[in-house]
């Protein structure tokens, strides 16, 4: 299958930093991106949908100013999350799928582990 | 609006028997995907079968099968002959719109399997 790479696997700020996590797909151009949250012991949360060349479109609830992303290229989605806070801590993983097709399967990064301190 | 349902927080099973994780969704759309992805202590995202809406037979993958019941709208996953390797978290997925790239992917709650030697 398909690889997305994503980068930290885990990081540890400051409360008041900003924080950055790429999201890569190595073998494929992915026109859209996927964001999402999981707490632990819960689900994913989508959080927003990247567009390559285009603004995010974020989920209901999550604060635009807060959770930055960029999709600059077809293979990389970053986000960052600005001015940290001990409950922004959680993991964050990344989905990315390949040009509509009939395999429609989305592809995970491994998601990185943000705790802020 | 869609939601998927996953009714078992946790199941536990004797290893080499067959396991069946429920899960049920609700949507309005006509052409939707629904997918299980296993999730193992590591937090990666392991994508382990696809079922479309007009695909008329039950998809299979190895050891894993989708018990697919459109008009229950219902997308169980049999697991035969369960490993010890099966013990993880599993999610149900669903997608709507088969042929567009940006539709999102969403999760039910999960099931934790515990797999007994």
């Known amino acids: 299958g398909a690889v997305v790479s994503q980068h930290p696997s885990w990081v540890i700020c400051k409360s008041g930093t900003s924080v950055k996590i790429e999201c890569r797909s190595l073998?494929?151009?992915?026109?859209?991106m996927f964001w999402y949250r999981q707490f632990p012991k819960q689900s994913l949360m989508l959080m927003a949908t990247?567009?390559?060349?285009?603004?995010?479109?974020?989920e209901q609830g999550v604060e635009k100013d807060k959770f930055l992303i960029n999709h600059a290229s077809l293979t990389l989605s970053t986000l960052t999350v600005t001015s940290a806070h001990p409950e922004d801590s959680s993991f964050y993983i990344c989905s990315a799928r390949q040009r509509p097709n009939l395999n429609t399967e989305a592809f995970f990064g491994q998601g990185t582990r943000l705790t802020v301190v | 609006a869609q939601k998927i349902t996953q009714t078992q927080p946790g199941m536990f099973v004797q290893e080499k028997e067959a396991v069946t994780l429920d899960c049920t969704y609700d949507t309005s759309d006509q052409s939707y995907g629904l997918f299980w992805y296993k999730q193992p202590s590591s937090g990666e995202m392991i994508f382990l079968i696809y079922q479309g809406s007009y695909d008329e037979q039950n998809a299979t993958e190895g050891r894993y099968s989708l018990n697919f019941q459109k008009a229950r709208k219902s997308a169980n996953l049999v697991i035969s002959a369960s490993q010890l390797g099966d013990s993880a978290m599993y999610f149900c997925?669903?997608?709507?719109?088969?042929?567009?790239?940006?539709?999102?992917?969403?999760f039910g709650s999960g099931t934790r399997l515990s797999i007994r030697p």
């Open positions: 997925a669903m997608r709507e719109g088969r042929w567009i790239s940006a539709s999102k992917i969403i």
């Open positions: 990247s567009n390559e060349g285009s603004k995010a479109t974020y």
């Open positions: 073998d494929f151009q992915a026109t859209t």
